[in-house]
């Protein structure tokens, strides 16, 4: 358990925040809106993680900012995804403290592909997949409000995949 001092309160609050954040951007049928609410959940996980000093978790939570901004841009960009993951490699590498930052890199490898490659259905399973490795990553770095956020991220994302499979004007639209 980690020490509980001012520091660790404010890393809680900060990820409910984002826990407010991301429950309303996966509860949207919209990708667009999905994708703003995201940038600034991710802002807010970046800080919880530096104040729980998991600086894997908190260079790539960073990281994904960018990737967001740069991923609605340029959708399918090859090169500008392939510059993305080696950028989240470059940012795990100096900041590697151990086995528990695996979840952490997984997170944001997977969630790169599954928003540069993907759309609708497909990209948000990868996305639901990246909140997987973000629970465990939570978990590790004894993020109470973390680990509730990913896993309520995880359920909303599944729940709204259920809704979009089950609406037929969605299904018929490009």
Excluded: K
């Excluded at 994904?64 to 510059?83: D, K, N």
């Excluded at 997977?110 to 978990?139: E, P």
Aim: contains cysteine.
């Amino acid at each position: 358990m980690p020490e509980i001092d001012p520091r660790w309160w404010l890393g809680q609050g900060v990820s409910l925040m984002a826990l407010a954040l991301c429950v309303v951007a996966f509860a949207s049928r919209r990708d667009d809106r999905l994708f703003v609410l995201l940038l600034f959940a991710n802002v807010a996980f970046a800080t919880q993680f530096a104040l729980f000093q998991s600086w894997v978790a908190a260079g790539i939570s960073a990281l994904i900012v960018l990737r967001i901004v740069l991923v609605r841009r340029y959708p399918g960009h090859v090169g500008i995804m392939a510059g993305m993951l080696l950028a989240t490699l470059a940012i795990a590498v100096p900041t590697w403290s151990g086995p528990q930052d695996i979840p952490a890199l997984l997170a944001g490898l997977v969630g790169t592909y599954g928003m540069f490659m993907l759309r609708g259905l497909a990209m948000r399973a990868m996305l639901a997949l990246a909140a997987f490795c973000w629970i465990v990553s939570n978990l590790l770095a004894g993020s109470l409000g973390g680990t509730l956020a990913e896993s309520l991220i995880f359920v909303t994302n599944v729940i709204t995949m259920w809704r979009l499979r089950r609406d037929p004007a969605w299904r018929q639209s490009p």
